[in-house]
């Protein structure tokens, strides 16, 4: 039983909330570009604000680990880490794809998911984060939050997900998932962004279990490396 905020940053997606005993308090976010570094910090403040909660209050700080956006993903965590080595207090990092399905999961519990109630039960749940063209970041869970497979870089084809989509209803969500949507005929592709209300019960878990990260050492969980291209720009 904790008070935790949580923040999640690795998509265009920019999203803070504040959880009691893994029951969601309030929430802010923002899909309007990349300017996390000064959303992030505006959100919280604005939720303790509301929530008259204070900093020194707060029992454990979660954020979304990755994979996801290099540079959202490092804004995150980075005020994440900051914010627990200033409170002395510790970090719970969450699989950002876990995450996304567990808003799909909550989302359908809501009525608001537009998948059939007869074929929810042995569907397979694909959470898609951008990469770039035809590439997504991804992993198979079921429909109880259960990972069915590792997390991977995929390069979506017609072949892709074989095995899983013959199981059952297919549904694919995610910031990377309207791209895959025509090549993956079979697909349901579903409307769910990334959102801190994904952690909330992820991180009670893990925070009830202990699971805490070495704060000094901690890095996001990028799966593949940055990589810097020159410029093709003539430097005068």
Not at 84 to 105: F, H, K, N, W
Request: proline letters at 3%; hydrophobic letters at 45%; charged letters at 25%.
């Amino acid at each position: 039983m904790a008070l935790i905020l949580s923040i999640e940053t690795g998509t265009d997606v920019c999203s803070v909330a504040l959880a009691n005993d893994g029951e969601l308090l309030a929430l802010r976010e923002s899909d309007e570009g990349r300017d996390h570094a000064k959303k992030v910090a505006m959100f919280v403040d604005e939720l303790l604000r509301e929530t008259g909660v204070q900093p020194a209050d707060l029992d454990a700080i979660a954020v979304g680990k990755g994979p996801g956006s290099y540079t959202g993903l490092r804004i995150g965590v980075s005020f994440a880490k900051g914010m627990c080595y200033a409170l002395d207090i510790p970090l719970i990092a969450v699989g950002s794809l876990d995450a996304l399905t567990e808003v799909a999961r909550e989302d359908f519990d809501a009525g608001i998911l537009d998948v059939e109630d007869d074929e929810w039960g042995s569907a397979r749940l694909c959470p898609m984060v951008d990469a770039r063209r035809m590439e997504v970041y991804t992993q198979i869970f079921n429909t109880s939050g259960e990972a069915l497979s590792d997390v991977v870089a995929e390069v979506v084809t017609e072949d892709s997900f074989a095995q899983w989509r013959s199981e059952g209803k297919f549904v694919i969500f995610g910031n990377g998932s309207a791209k895959c949507a025509e090549t993956l005929g079979d697909a349901i592709q579903v409307s769910v962004a990334p959102s801190a209300r994904g952690l909330v019960r992820l991180a009670e878990e893990a925070f009830n279990a202990g699971c805490f990260e070495d704060i000094a050492y901690f890095e996001p969980f990028y799966l593949k490396e940055f990589l810097v291209i020159p410029s093709k720009k003539k430097l005068l």
